[in-house]
């Protein structure tokens, strides 16, 4: 089975000439996917026409984090806490979820990929939940952007039943936590299937369960926790029996 992976850039200029805005995949996220016999294919920051011609080297598709969506794209203009955007990797991806439905190749959409599959799909973000997001019953904002170590869960999530995520996970899951973007408005073809304490949106899927994302990083965690790692599992076996 081949999974395409998204690739990040480097956008740090303290790099070499060569590596500066450089391509790359994660370690933790490749090492996974190789621990369960699964050949990576990455996928680079490429011209959004293209993304037809990539998704046909590949059986399904990782999008993986990375820099904040560009609020352009879902029709706001950015606030003062917005970080890092790139809005090449935005259109390229934009365009590879779109055809990804359409091809009919299923997704595991991973933090930052959560919030480009909503947005891609008609939904919009939160640009930076402690400026924006008021929590469910007066209660206050859990750290979302956590100072643990990676691979430490953070905060527990709760899970609805029916779900994917509910099969993997039961009705709560503890789960890490890297970000300060989040689903506001849930696409059409989306529905929420977990949520943080506070109310924050950690898991949509669409009804036949042929995309499913989170909000936290289970490549950060799948090596330490059984779980995490079965949320791999899962996602793979969709694709072998679909």
Same mark, same amino acid.
């Given at each position: 089975?081949?999974?395409?992976?998204?690739?990040?850039?480097?956008?740090?200029?303290?790099?070499?000439? $060569?590596?500066?805005?450089?391509?790359?995949?994660?370690?933790?996220?490749?090492?996974?996917?190789?621990?369960?016999?699964?050949?990576?294919?990455?996928?680079?920051?490429?011209?959004?026409?293209?993304?037809?011609?990539?998704?046909?080297?590949?059986?399904?598709?990782?999008?993986?984090?990375?820099?904040?969506?560009?609020?352009?794209?879902?029709?706001?203009?950015?606030?003062?806490?917005?970080?890092?955007?790139?809005?090449?990797?935005?259109?390229?991806?934009?365009?590879?979820?779109?055809?990804?439905?359409?091809?009919?190749?299923? #997704?595991?959409?991973?933090?930052?990929?959560?919030?480009?599959?909503?947005?891609?799909?008609?939904?919009?973000?939160?640009?930076?939940?402690?400026?924006?997001?008021?929590?469910?019953?007066?209660?206050?904002?859990?750290?979302?952007?956590?100072?643990?170590?990676?691979?430490?869960?953070?905060?527990?999530?709760?899970?609805?039943?029916?779900?994917?995520?509910?099969?993997?996970?039961?009705? $709560?899951?503890?789960?890490?936590?890297?970000?300060?973007?989040?689903?506001?408005?849930?696409?059409?073809?989306?529905?929420?299937?977990?949520?943080?304490?506070?109310?924050?949106?950690?898991?949509?899927?669409?009804?036949?369960?042929?995309?499913?994302?989170?909000?936290?990083?289970?490549?950060?965690?799948?090596?330490?926790?059984?779980?995490?790692?079965?949320?791999? #599992?899962?996602?793979?076996?969709? #694709?072998?029996?679909?």
């Amino acid at each position: 089975m081949r999974i395409g992976v998204t690739a990040d850039i480097i956008l740090s200029q303290n790099q070499t000439f $060569r590596q500066r805005e450089g391509h790359f995949a994660q370690r933790t996220l490749m090492n996974c996917l190789l621990a369960n016999n699964i050949t990576p294919v990455i996928l680079p920051v490429a011209k959004p026409e293209m993304a037809a011609d990539l998704l046909e080297t590949v059986d399904g598709v990782i999008l993986t984090g990375g820099p904040d969506v560009l609020p352009a794209f879902y029709g706001e203009e950015p606030i003062k806490e917005i970080g890092t955007t790139y809005e090449p990797r935005d259109q390229f991806e934009l365009a590879l979820v779109k055809q990804a439905v359409q091809m009919k190749k299923p #997704i595991l959409a991973i933090c930052r990929g959560l919030q480009i599959v909503n947005v891609a799909l008609g939904g919009t973000l939160y640009q930076d939940i402690d400026t924006q997001f008021t929590p469910k019953d007066n209660m206050r904002i859990l750290q979302h952007s956590q100072k643990a170590i990676g691979y430490a869960p953070i905060h527990h999530i709760n899970i609805d039943n029916d779900s994917s995520l509910e099969k993997t996970f039961g009705k $709560r899951a503890f789960v890490n936590s890297f970000h300060h973007e989040a689903a506001k408005d849930v696409a059409p073809s989306l529905k929420v299937v977990a949520r943080a304490d506070d109310g924050m949106i950690e898991g949509l899927e669409n009804d036949d369960k042929s995309i499913q994302c989170v909000q936290w990083h289970p490549e950060n965690m799948w090596d330490h926790y059984k779980d995490e790692n079965q949320l791999f #599992i899962d996602f793979f076996n969709r #694709i072998h029996t679909k």
